[in-house]
C-alpha cells in the first residue's frame, strides 16, 4: 500500500530538466518508492524517466569504467539537466520495439539454461560407465555440446539438382539454373560456360550427368576468357588468334553460390533467395535436440536436457518441487550411496523453482526455456527481465521501466504489482512510466506530465502522493484515476457476414473453427499467452493474405532471419467462408515507420509528394527548371551533398561511440543552397519540413490535398509531431497512428479488414478514447477492424467480443465466450468476464 510521505528515505532532485520538450522543470522524486510517471503520449514522460533520469544515471556509471568497457554499452545521449542530486545507480528495462535481435532464448535471458547444464552435468543419471561431463557440454553452442551431425542446428541442409534445376525442361540459356544468380552474374555463369565448351542451348534434362554435376557441385572455380555474344566455335577461334578478351571470368558452381551466400551475405533478402534452393530437415542424428549424443544421454527427472528444455515453466515448477524438498523418489533412492550428488540436486532445484516462482507469477508460465526472444511480444520480454531482477538481490539501485504492464490480461496485473512491491521491499527505488489504472493506483508517489502532447507538454503538472492528483484541475489522468469516465454504451451493431475459419493448428491452437464477424468492431481478448496473437495476428492474417494472393509476407520482419523463420510455419487451417466481401488486408502495428532518418510522417503519409509539388510550381522553381525531385532530400540534385540529405553527418570517437552532430555544410536542414533559396510563400522546404502538424495545417490551408492530410494526423493526436520527424525519433504508439492516419485518408470502398494488435499500448485513456474514435470511422465507412485487446473499455466498446483462454498455453487455446460484451460478462467460465463487468 501507499506510503505517508514520511517513510521516504530520501528525494532525487532534479533541476532544470530540458531533455526534449522538457520546460526547464524541477521536482523531487522520492527514493525507495513506487514512483509512476503518468500523462498522455508525447507529453514528455519518456524524456523524463529515462532521456533524463536514467540517462544521467548512466553517464555517471561510466564515467567510472574505462573507455574500453564505455563502448560496450548502448550509451544514451547525455542528458539536457542543470543537475540531479541523490541519484542511485539505475537499471532499464525498456521495451525495445523493433529492436534488432539477437539470438537469445527464454533460458539465455534468464540464466535457466546456465542453472539447469549445471544440474545435468552435476546431478544428472549417467547411464553405466559414462564418465561425467561438463556443463559446456549441455550447450549446443559449444563445440563440446554441438551435435556432431548439425554443428548444433538442429536442423540439416541439402542441396540438391531438383531444388536448383526445378524446371529441367529449360536450357541453361533459359535460366534452367534457378539458383545462380540473376541478371549480370547469371549471364557471365552462362558465358564461362560457353568458352568452356558447355552446351546452352539444349534441355538441362539432355546435357550429360557428368556436365549436369560439375556445373552444379564442383567446388573448382576456374578462370576463363570471357567474349560475351558469341558461340563456343568463334570463341575457340578467338582464343588461338589471341583476341583479347572482354574479361576473364570466375566460374562458381550453383552449389557453391548457394552455400556461400546463404553463409555470408549481409543482406537477410539475398539470403532468403537462396534459402529456398535447400532443403531443410530435422537432423537426423539429434532429431533436432541440437546436442551430442553423450549429452543426450544423461537424463533427470526420465527427460534429457532438450526435452526439459521444451517444457512449459509451470509444468517444470511441478517437476522440481519435490527435489527442491527433498521429496522426490529419486532422491530418497540414492540418498545413501550419493549423499552429495542429493544435496546439490536439492540446492540446484531450490533455487530453479524459486526462480521460476517470479516468472509464473508474472504470467510466464506458458513459456519454455527453449523459445527464442524474437518471438517474445516486447511486454513478456520486458517481464521475464524483471523476473530475473527480482531474483538478483541487487538493492539501492532505481529500476525505470516503460508501461510493465503492456500485453497483460487485468488478471495478471496483480501479479505484476507484488513483483514490482518485492523490488521496493528489498530496498531499491521504481521509476515506471504507465497508463494502467490499477498500476497508477498502486503508486506511493505521481508524476504527471502535460498538460498536451509535444511543444504543449513538458510541464510537471503534479508531483506527489497520490491523493493530491485529485485537485489537479488541468490533468487529464486525474480524471481517469479519480472520476469513473463511463465508457459509451452504443448498440453494438450487426455484422453484415461472417469470415469463418476451420482446422487452426498453430502454437497453442489444435483443430480450431473460428467466426469472425464482418462490416463490425471486434476485439479478441484473454490472459497473455492464451493464443490470442496465435489466431488473430498469425493465422488469421497468413490465411487472409494467402487468399488474397498478396506476395508479402506481412508478419515476417524483413532483417529476421530466414532459417529462424522457416521453422515456425507449422501451420493448420484454412478459411471456408466470407472472403469475398474482403478485398485488403492491412496489418497496422507498432513496428517503425522506418529505420533510418530518412523516413518521416511527411513522407510516409505521402503529403511531401504534393508539398514538393508546390515548390516546384513556385515562379523561381519555374525559371530554374526545377523539378518536384528536385525538392526530395533522397534525390542528388537538390539535397546537401555533404550529409546525402541526411542532415546529420556520424562523428567516430576513438574509444566512445559514434555520435551524430548536425551537418556542417547545410546545417542540418538537409539541402543544398540552390534549392533552398526557393521558397513557398515565405518558407523554403526545409523550414516546412521543421513545422509542426498543427502549424502546417494553417500554413496549407489553401492546399485541399495537403489539409486533408494533415487533418487525419492531428485527429490521431499527434499535431505536435513536426514534419520531418525522422522516424526513428517515434515511439511504437506514434509509427503505429501515422499508419492508422495514412489509411483513414485513403478513399474508402469500405472492404477492408484490419487487424491490429494491442493497439493501445503507450496510450493514455485519453488517446484511448481518440483511437476508438477512428476505429469507429473505419468501421462506419464499412470496413471489419479486429483487435487484439486489454483494455477493457476499448472491448466494452465493441460491438463482439472473442475470448479465448481460459488459461494460458496448454491451459489455454480454446474459445471460451463469444457474443456481445453484454453476454460475455455472463460467462462462467471467461477470465474476462469479471473485469468486463465493471466496464460496461
Ligand atoms: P511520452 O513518453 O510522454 O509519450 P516522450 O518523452 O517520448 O513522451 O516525448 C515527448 C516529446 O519529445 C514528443 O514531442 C516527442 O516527439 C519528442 N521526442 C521524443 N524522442 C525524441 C528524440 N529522440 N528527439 C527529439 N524529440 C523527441
Ligand atoms: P497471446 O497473444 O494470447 O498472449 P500467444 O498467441 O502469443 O498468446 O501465445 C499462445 C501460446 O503459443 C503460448 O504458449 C506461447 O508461448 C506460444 N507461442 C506464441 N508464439 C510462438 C512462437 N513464435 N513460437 C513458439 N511458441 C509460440
Ligand atoms: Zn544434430
Ligand atoms: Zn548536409
Sequence with gaps: MAKSDTEFTGFVKVRGAREHNLKNVNLDIPRNALVVFTGISGSGKSSLAFGTLYAEAQRRYLESVSPYARRLFNQMAIPEVDEIEGLPPAVALQQQRGAVSTRSSVGSVTTLSNLLRMLYSRAGDYPKGQGIIYAESFSPNTPEGACTECHGLGRVYEITEKTMVPDDTLTIREKAIAAWPSAWQGQNQRDILTTMGYNIDVPWKDLPKKDRDWILFTEEQPVVPVYSGYSHEEIKNFIKNKRQPDYMGTFTGARRYVRHTFANSQSALMKKRVSQYMISSECPLCKGKRLRQESLSVKFAGYDIAELSRLALNKLATIFAPYATGEATALKKIETAYPEKVEVAKRIAEDFVARLQVMLDLGLGYLTVERSTPTLSPGELQRLRLATQVRSNLFGVVYVLDEPSAGLHPADTEALLRALDKLKAAGNSLFVVEHEIDVIRHADWIVDVGPAAG???????????????????????????????????????????????????????????????????????????????????????????????????????????????????????????????????????????????????????????????????????????????????????????????????????????????????????????????????????????????????????????????????????????????PATELSGGEAQRIKLATELQRAQNGQTLYILDEPTTGLHPSDVERLLLQLNRLVDAGNTVILVEHDMDVIAASDWVIDIGPGAGEAGGNIVAEGIPADIVKSKHSRTAPYLAKHL
Aim: glycine share 10%; hydrophobic share 35%.
Design 455 to 725: 511543444e504543449k507538454g513538458g510541464h510537471i503538472l503534479y508531483s506527489g502522493l497520490p491523493e493530491g492528483l485529485r485537485n489537479i484541475k488541468e490533468s487529464l489522468t486525474r480524471q481517469y484515476v479519480y472520476d469513473n469516465v463511463v465508457s459509451n454504451s452504443n448498440e453494438p451493431r450487426t455484422p453484415k457476414d461472417w469470415l469463418k475459419l476451420e482446422g487452426i493448428t498453430r502454437n497453442n491452437l489444435s483443430e480450431l473453427t473460428a467466426s469472425f464477424p464482418l462490416g463490425v468492431l471486434t476485439s479478441v481478448t484473454g490472459v497473455s499467452g492464451s493464443g490470442k496473437s496465435s489466431l488473430v495476428s498469425q493465422v488469421l492474417v497468413e490465411l487472409a493474405a494467402e487468399q488474397l494472393g498478396l506476395q508479402v509476407d506481412i508478419t515476417a520482419d524483413k532483417d529476421e532471419d530466414p532459417l529462424e523463420q522457416s521453422e515456425v510455419q507449422t501451420l493448420g487451417g484454412k478459411i471456408v467462408s466470407g472472403m469475398k466481401s474482403i478485398k485488403r488486408l492491412v496489418v497496422v502495428d507498432q513496428k517503425p515507420i522506418g529505420r533510418t532518418p530518412r523516413s518521416n510522417l511527411a513522407t510516409y503519409t505521402g503529403l511531401f509528394d504534393h508539398v514538393r509539388k508546390l515548390f516546384a510550381a513556385t515562379q523561381m522553381a519555374k525559371t530554374r527548371k526545377f523539378d518536384a525531385g528536385q525538392f526530395s532530400f533522397n534525390v542528388a540534385k537538390g539535397r546537401c551533398p555533404h550529409c546525402e540529405g541526411e542532415g546529420m553527418v556520424m562523428v567516430e570517437l576513438l574509444f566512445l561511440p559514434s555520435v551524430y552532430t548536425p551537418c556542417p555544410t547545410c546545417g542540418g536542414t538537409r539541402y543544398n543552397p540552390k534549392t533552398l533559396e526557393v521558397r513557398y510563400k515565405d518558407k523554403n522546404i526545409a523550414e516546412v519540413l521543421g513545422l509542426t502538424v498543427d502549424e502546417a495545417a494553417s500554413f496549407f490551408d489553401e492546399e485541399p490535398a495537403i489539409s486533408r492530410a494533415l487533418e487525419v494526423v492531428r485527429e490521431v493526436g499527434l499535431g505536435y509531431l513536426r514534419l520531418g520527424q
